[in-house]
């Protein structure tokens, strides 16, 4: 990854026409954010993995425009600088891909008394679960018992988005 990243930063920086491609990305790319976020706030839709990944797109084309402003501005090999800014890209893209992980659940295990959202299976026997759907938002994290789903005292479900509507109607 970082190879790649390393030639197509060298590549990027080697023309100053592609410079205003870049600038006009990331201003895109801001825009896409604002506008976003301004959608998760009044629609309360989970648009987190598409604002995740529209940061790391601004990201990737920002570090070339910083690279090459700092080349101009200092007297150091140009490759050399875009080594270490590719280095730096890598290590935020990493950390922005590990909120990939799964953190909204579409599988609900319910009984009489509670709702739980499952979140992941840990391993042959444990789900790890909360009590909201946003793994980030819930109050209550617990590991239940896969052998408590087998035997009934649980009953499966998958979530639909149908579920919210039906719900915030009702409430209205």
Partial sequence: MFLILAICNALLIS????????FLLVIVCLIV????KLIRFFRKKDSNDFIAKTEMLMIIAAVPLFAM??????????YSI????????MVVVILLLGGFRIDVANIIIENSREKFFVYKRLDEERLLCGDDRIMKEATQILVIAVN???????FLR???????EEKSSKEA
């Fill in 15 to 22: 023309d100053k026409s592609f410079a205003l491609i870049e």
């Fill in 33 to 36: 954010l604002c506008v976003g």
């Fill in 69 to 78: 402003v700092l080349a101009e501005n200092v007297d150091k090999n140009i």
């Fill in 82 to 89: 875009v080594l270490l800014f590719s280095l730096a890209e």
């Fill in 148 to 154: 408590d789903v087998i035997s009934g005292e649980y």
């Fill in 158 to 164: 998958y979530y639909k988005e149908e579920d919210v």
